[in-house]
C-alpha cells in the first residue's frame, strides 16, 4: 500500500487503435488527478475526481479522451482512435483534499505510463 | 489566468555551488505554489509549498524557495549542490498549472 501505481507503464499503440490507462491512487485519497506529459514539457491538467464523481474534465484535449472512477478508488484514463500527437506519459496524482484547484493538499503522483502512437 | 514561467530549461552547476532555479507566476487569485521533483523514471515528487503562511518555504533535502508577491515570483535555491540533486524540477501553481521544467545538472 505504498504509493500511486500505474499500469502500463508503456503502451505502444497504432494509430486509430483505443487505449485504457489505468491508475491505483493511495488507499483513502478522495482526489484524483490526470496529467497530460508532452516530452519536455510541464504536466498539462487533464481531469478531476472527487471520489467517483468527475468535477472537473476541461483538460481533456478531445472527446476521444474519456475518464472514469466508477468506485471512487481506481480510475481509468481511456483513449479512443488514438492519433500520434496523443504519444505522451499520462500521469496519475492522488491526495487528501476535497477542493481542487485552489488546495494546499499534497499531490502523490504516480510513475506515469509512457504511451507511443505508431 | 493562471500560468507559470521557468525561466531556463537547462541550468548546470558545479558540485557544491548554489543552484537557483527560477519560477515566476500569475494568478487572478491569491497563488498557493510549489516545486516538484522528478527522478527518471520515477513520479515528480513534492519538495515544499507555499500556503500563505510563511514567505520563505523550506523543503526537503536543503532546498527553500522564497515567495515574493511584487516580483510575483517562487525562486528555488539551495545553497550547495550534490550530485543527487540532477533530476527536472517543475514549478506548480494552484494545485494544476505546471511549468514546463527545468532540467538541473551537476558537474563533478
Known amino acids: 500500500g505504498a504509493g500511486v501505481s500505474q499500469s502500463p507503464r508503456y503502451k505502444v499503440a497504432k494509430r486509430g487503435q483505443d487505449v485504457a490507462l489505468r491508475c491505483d491512487p493511495i488507499?483513502?485519497?478522495?482526489?484524483l488527478f490526470w496529467y497530460q506529459q508532452a516530452l519536455g514539457q510541464g504536466p498539462e491538467f487533464l481531469t478531476y475526481?472527487?471520489?467517483?464523481?468527475?468535477?472537473?474534465k476541461s483538460g481533456l484535449p478531445s472527446d476521444r479522451f474519456f475518464a472514469e472512477r466508477p468506485e471512487g478508488s481506481v480510475s481509468t484514463l481511456k483513449i479512443q482512435r488514438t492519433q500520434q500527437e496523443d504519444s505522451a506519459v499520462y500521469l496519475c496524482?492522488?491526495?487528501?483534499?476535497?477542493?481542487?484547484?485552489?488546495?494546499?493538499?499534497?499531490?502523490?503522483f504516480g510513475p506515469g505510463t509512457r504511451l507511443t502512437v505508431l | 489566468a493562471q500560468s507559470v514561467t521557468q525561466l531556463g530549461s537547462h541550468v548546470s552547476v558545479s558540485e557544491g555551488a548554489l543552484v537557483l532555479l527560477r519560477c515566476n507566476y500569475s494568478?487572478?487569485?491569491?497563488?498557493?505554489l510549489f516545486w516538484y521533483v522528478q527522478y527518471p523514471n520515477q513520479g515528480l515528487q513534492l519538495l515544499l509549498k507555499?500556503?500563505?503562511?510563511?514567505?520563505l518555504v523550506k523543503g526537503i533535502n536543503g532546498f527553500e524557495a522564497e515567495f515574493k508577491k511584487s516580483e510575483t515570483s517562487f525562486h528555488l535555491t539551495k545553497p550547495s549542490a550534490h550530485m543527487s540533486d540532477a533530476a527536472e524540477y517543475f514549478c506548480?501553481?494552484?494545485?494544476?498549472?505546471f511549468g514546463t521544467g527545468t532540467s538541473l545538472t551537476v558537474i563533478p
Open positions: 496524482a492522488s491526495s487528501t483534499g476535497t477542493v481542487a484547484g485552489k488546495s494546499t493538499d499534497t499531490q502523490y
Open positions: 506548480a501553481l494552484n494545485q494544476f498549472y
Open positions: 507555499y500556503t500563505s503562511a510563511a514567505t
Open positions: 494568478s487572478s487569485v491569491p497563488p498557493y
Open positions: 488507499s483513502g485519497h478522495v482526489s
Open positions: 475526481f472527487q471520489n467517483e464523481a468527475q468535477l472537473d
